[in-house]
């Protein structure tokens, strides 16, 4: 059997996943499950660092969580689909890592500084956020993993992971002809961002979503309510589709001869902005669609999304263990 290359990749549970999830990251997993080992986790210690005090939502945005990445074609028969807290092999490895990881490549991630800045809200000066980019490092590196799949925004957290797998092959692999812990590589896939509903980031916290199972109807309202083109004013003034949050949406959803009938139209004030959103509506209606009638069959059946990720976690646990058995011999703690 020729082996696949291994894919790595987590989300942390937030609940019930929006569109820009979707264009952003699920759409690329369902490419990569054909051609791919793929192992795809609930990142649900994540979530934790950033939400620790929010304990009574979190068992309820993991599944359905899970029920949005299988309704979007995530399929259990050729993906691993695991909940990061079930496996305390990601712990073990993360504590070994943070023996030998020095303190200032945790303190140099981008993303660590923005969220401190970006989210006054929050205490984030906590032991877990500084050493999310650690763990996530044990993650990957737990699976042998040869690609993580990522964002260019995202790409520093790979590398932060091969430098932490280079220590620790460098402390504990000497005169070994395979190193204990392989380096990932960063996948950079084609991904589409898609903006929120007033043209910025899709994000929950800015109520500017569209979710992947959202009703045909409230779909409708919500794209006929979004801001156009701020210097339209009146329906005969001509406007101009790049100044306009719908757009984007069209560049996505919209084939080429559509596109040229909403810039020709706006920019001669030849169609109005409802008749503009119109192909948008139904173009994700269309997307949406057979997405409700897969999650129908799990939400009808929860203790089959619940033997999925059961039967996922278990597939994990072999390989799991296994590296850290290498992992605890390699450091010297196999008595």
């Known amino acids: 059997m020729v082996t696949r290359p291994r894919v790595l990749s987590g989300m942390r549970p937030t609940g019930a996943l929006h569109l820009g999830h979707y264009h952003g990251a699920l759409k690329n997993w369902v490419r990569l499950q054909d051609e791919h080992d793929c192992f795809f986790f609930v990142a649900d210690w994540h979530a934790l660092t950033t939400h620790y005090q929010e304990r009574d939502v979190i068992e309820r945005n993991v599944y359905d969580m899970v029920v949005d990445w299988l309704a979007a074609g995530v399929d259990p028969k050729r993906a691993t689909l695991f909940i990061q807290s079930r496996l305390p092999e990601h712990a073990e490895l993360f504590t070994l890592l943070a023996m030998g990881t020095p303190l200032s490549w945790l303190e140099r991630v981008p993303s660590y500084k923005h969220q401190i800045t970006t989210q006054p809200n929050r205490n984030l000066a906590t032991y877990g956020f500084l050493g999310y980019p650690l763990l996530q490092a044990a993650d990957i590196l737990i699976y042998r993993a040869n690609f993580v799949p990522v964002g260019e925004d995202q790409a520093a957290h790979v590398e932060v992971t091969r430098e932490v797998a280079r220590r620790f092959n460098h402390l504990y692999g000497r005169g070994q002809a395979e190193p204990i812990l392989p380096e990932p590589a960063a996948l950079f896939t084609d991904t589409s961002k898609l903006p929120g509903l007033d043209g910025e980031k899709m994000s929950k916290s800015a109520e500017n979503t569209i979710e992947m199972r959202e009703e045909p109807e409230a779909v409708a309202n919500k794209i006929r309510r979004m801001p156009t083109d701020p210097q339209r004013v009146r329906r005969s003034d001509a406007g101009d589709p790049s100044r306009c949050p719908v757009w984007p949406f069209h560049q996505l959803y919209s084939p080429s001869d559509v596109q040229q009938w909403v810039q020709q139209g706006c920019r001669s004030a030849g169609i109005g902005c409802l008749d503009c ?32 990720v059961e039967m996922g976690t278990e597939r994990a646990r072999t390989i799991a263990r296994q590296t850290m058995k290498d992992v605890r011999e390699a450091v010297g703690l196999a008595y």
């Open 277 to 308: 959103k119109q192909p948008v509506i139904e173009a994700i209606q269309r997307e949406q669609e057979p997405w409700r009638e897969r999650a129908e069959t799990y939400l009808a059946n929860p203790k089959q999304v619940h033997w999925i």
